[in-house]
């Protein structure tokens, strides 16, 4: 059956296209174009043809780093995440990496095992994100300080082989004794290797780069800043033209100025992630992530100890209005929701509507409110 979604401003591969349409057969796309060139290719009984009155159509959203919503947590087991997914998917949100905060090696272990399963079962989720436990302790953010470890080669085996190939990124700081090593075993395992969590310089994060690490945890966040003779990690990043940033748009993780120059600095290397946990889509109060306390205070997550930001509750839909917002233009922040991190994962079927991808779509009024959603074709 097809599907012709007809009279949007497409936005998709760096350009928006007015009265655009595109057509899907079945889970995939079919086609694209302008003015009424779609009407042939919906004739059929069963067709499906939706009027999209002018608004914005992008692909679907995807989300390298998050940890729950909607109430539920990740870490709490397969129907967690199946409730916190639902939540995502209403605000754009078509696929997601599943990230999980530190835990005993055995605990992480059973739940990438877990994701493994969802993720052969639920086309929307992409595998785990391992953020933890081979972190600084000096910058652990929201991660247990207890059970932080040095990434030894059989703990990154045993995690890898839990995955059974859907462990899709590993955080790491790379400066840890065995940090490059594990990067080169992530790599070699065909997952994407991040610089995070880290007390790294710019040249240790560079190290790590060159041994095949490709992306940026949350950048500048829990690590060292940019500073004009230190550049450190985000200085390594932005340098360097193999390495993705991922930024966390919510105005408080970081400054609407930062978010312009972090895409001056690195233009098509900004993946916008939520890192959302369980409050995101929910009621403030306390919650826990992972093991420790959180309190929710107008939107904001701290930890209960401590008073360390806890992760967000952002939503995509929200991060590509604040950036809109904060001047960005809008074919870019678009990319930094779909085509980057689709490329960061190496999914060439995602994160574009052009033929032959993967029919995952998401259509936006002028304010950018989310107004409808298609995963693999389907309307959600």
Not at 164 to 187: D, F, H, M, S, Y
Request: glycine share 12%.
């Amino acid at each position: 059956m097809t599907t012709v979604i007809h009279s949007v401003r497409l936005v998709d591969g760096g350009l928006v296209t007015d009265d655009a349409w595109v057509a899907f057969d079945g889970e995939r796309v079919a086609g694209a174009g302008t003015g009424d060139d779609w009407m042939p290719l919906a004739s059929g009984a069963g067709d499906t043809v939706v009027d999209g009155e002018g608004c914005f159509l992008t692909p679907g959203f995807i989300d390298l780093h998050g940890h729950g919503g909607g109430g539920s947590s990740y870490d709490d087991g397969a129907e967690a995440i199946r409730a916190a997914r639902a939540l995502h998917r209403t605000h754009g949100t078509t696929r997601a990496v599943i990230s999980l905060v530190t835990a005993p090696i055995d605990d992480l272990a059973h739940r990438v095992a877990v994701i493994a399963d969802l993720a052969s079962s639920d086309p929307d989720i992409l595998g785990s994100h391992l953020e933890g436990p081979f972190l600084d302790p000096g910058h652990k953010g929201a991660h247990d300080p207890a059970l932080l470890r040095h990434p030894a080669p059989e703990d990154v085996a045993l995690l890898l082989d839990a995955g059974r190939g859907t462990v899709r990124q590993v955080t790491l700081a790379p400066e840890l004794p065995g940090g490059v090593e594990a990067v080169r075993a992530v790599v070699a395992a065909g997952a994407v290797a991040a610089v995070g969590h880290t007390d790294a310089s710019m040249d240790a994060a560079a190290r790590a780069f060159d041994a095949g690490a490709t992306l940026l945890t949350h950048a500048f966040n829990a690590m060292p800043g940019l500073a004009h003779r230190a550049p450190g990690p985000v200085g390594a990043a932005t340098d360097d033209p193999r390495v993705v940033l991922e930024l966390i748009a919510d105005g408080v993780h970081v400054d609407p100025a930062v978010v312009r120059i972090a895409f001056a600095a690195a233009p098509g290397r900004i993946a916008l992630v939520t890192d959302a946990m369980a409050a995101a889509g929910a009621a403030d109060g306390r919650y826990l992530l992972g093991a420790l306390e959180v309190d929710v205070e107008n939107g904001t997550a701290r930890l209960v100890e401590g008073g360390a930001i806890a992760g967000s509750t952002l939503l995509q839909d929200a991060a590509l209005r604040n950036v809109v917002g904060y001047g960005i233009p809008l074919p870019d922040a678009v990319d930094a929701l779909t085509r980057t991190p689709a490329r960061v994962l190496g999914r060439d079927d995602l994160g574009r509507l052009e033929p032959g991808c993967l029919a995952d779509a998401v259509l936006l009024d002028d304010d950018l409110t989310v107004r409808s959603v298609w995963r693999a074709g389907t309307r959600l």
